[in-house]
């Protein structure tokens, strides 16, 4: 029966969460502690169905041309490579701290996206370090020195609590470099998918893998992952935007509570 609960919580996790651009780490985790799990077995199972919510969402978002793969393959290397390092050395903290940093890297990124977003003017000279892309019908401009060692940092702290990253990566497109948040969201799921792979890859390797729950949690986040992308697709990109930073503000609070009554482990 347990099981089946959980599962019911998967699927509605994965259609908001695949509605702003991520697996719904954040959320499944908080909720598989809840269930019994430690915070590191919840960070290996969350990342698994992450990853099968991700990539179910991509091929809704790919169809709809809001994915820009070049920008994928520029910045997510250093936050996949990063990730597993993370997720490996996760022991290293203790399960009260893993959940007291992943609160307050939440709260950091729902209070970022409530920002309202300024329109940037396009610089037609070009400077090193500065890319300028151009993706369906949209233009914006890539800071490289910022991009790359925050998306590096996003993916060891991620990789080490057992998220995809796309609750730092999506402010960090939106606000920092002026990408759409259409585009961001689409873009955002094959990064999540990555990382959150290579994250599960190291807790694995340490250990931390329980299958019990895994084959209903991702028929679960699957569906949840098809659901959520469409109504990706028909929604406002300001409302996209709120959702987003409720929805992390809210597992940030879940965290938060669960760290302060329960035991570490």
Request: glycine share 10%; charged share 10%; aromatic share 10%.
């Given at each position: 029966?347990?099981?089946?609960?959980?599962?019911?919580?998967?699927?509605?996790?994965?259609?908001?969460?695949?509605?702003?651009?991520?697996?719904?780490?954040?959320?499944?985790?908080?909720?598989?502690?809840?269930?019994?799990?430690?915070?590191?077995?919840?960070?290996?199972?969350?990342?698994?169905?992450?990853?099968?919510?991700?990539?179910?969402?991509?091929?809704?978002?790919?169809?709809?041309?809001?994915?820009?793969?070049?920008?994928?393959?520029?910045?997510?290397?250093?936050?996949?490579?990063?990730?597993?390092?993370?997720?490996?050395?996760?022991?290293?903290?203790?399960?009260?701290?893993?959940?007291?940093?992943?609160?307050?890297?939440?709260?950091?990124?729902?209070?970022l996206m409530l920002r309202p977003i300024k329109e940037k003017p396009h610089e037609s000279q070009r400077r090193i370090g500065f890319w300028k892309r151009q993706?369906?019908?949209?233009?914006?401009?890539?800071?490289?020195?910022?991009?790359?060692?925050?998306?590096?940092?996003?993916?060891?702290?991620?990789?080490?609590?057992?998220?995809?990253?796309?609750?730092?990566?999506?402010?960090?497109?939106?606000?920092a470099c002026g990408i759409p948040m259409r585009v961001a969201v689409g873009t955002s799921s094959v990064m999540v998918a990555a990382t959150a792979l290579m994250?599960?890859?190291?807790?694995?390797?340490?250990?931390?893998?329980?299958?019990?729950?895994?084959?209903?949690?991702?028929?679960?986040?699957?569906?949840?992952?098809?659901?959520?992308?469409?109504?990706?697709?028909?929604?406002?990109?300001?409302?996209?935007?709120?959702?987003?930073?409720?929805?992390?503000?809210?597992?940030?609070?879940?965290?938060?509570?669960?760290?302060?009554?329960?035991?570490?482990?």
């Amino acid at each position: 029966m347990k099981v089946v609960i959980i599962a019911m919580v998967t699927l509605c996790i994965a259609i908001l969460m695949a509605m702003t651009g991520r697996g719904g780490g954040n959320f499944y985790v908080p909720v598989l502690v809840a269930s019994g799990l430690t915070i590191h077995e919840a960070a290996t199972t969350g990342q698994l169905i992450l990853v099968a919510t991700a990539v179910t969402a991509l091929l809704i978002f790919q169809k709809h041309k809001t994915v820009d793969w070049k920008l994928v393959l520029l910045i997510d290397p250093p936050t996949d490579i990063m990730a597993f390092v993370g997720g490996y050395y996760a022991h290293i903290l203790s399960g009260l701290v893993l959940k007291i940093i992943f609160a307050g890297l939440l709260v950091l990124a729902s209070l970022l996206m409530l920002r309202p977003i300024k329109e940037k003017p396009h610089e037609s000279q070009r400077r090193i370090g500065f890319w300028k892309r151009q993706y369906n019908n949209c233009e914006y401009t890539v800071n490289l020195w910022l991009v790359i060692p925050i998306t590096a940092a996003t993916g060891f702290a991620a990789g080490m609590v057992g998220v995809s990253g796309g609750s730092f990566k999506i402010p960090l497109m939106v606000l920092a470099c002026g990408i759409p948040m259409r585009v961001a969201v689409g873009t955002s799921s094959v990064m999540v998918a990555a990382t959150a792979l290579m994250g599960f890859l190291g807790h694995t390797i340490s250990g931390d893998f329980n299958p019990a729950w895994v084959v209903p949690l991702i028929l679960a986040a699957v569906l949840g992952g098809l659901l959520g992308a469409k109504f990706s697709i028909r929604t406002k990109p300001e409302n996209l935007k709120r959702i987003f930073a409720y929805t992390t503000l809210a597992a940030a609070v879940f965290m938060f509570v669960n760290a302060m009554f329960s035991k570490s482990g």
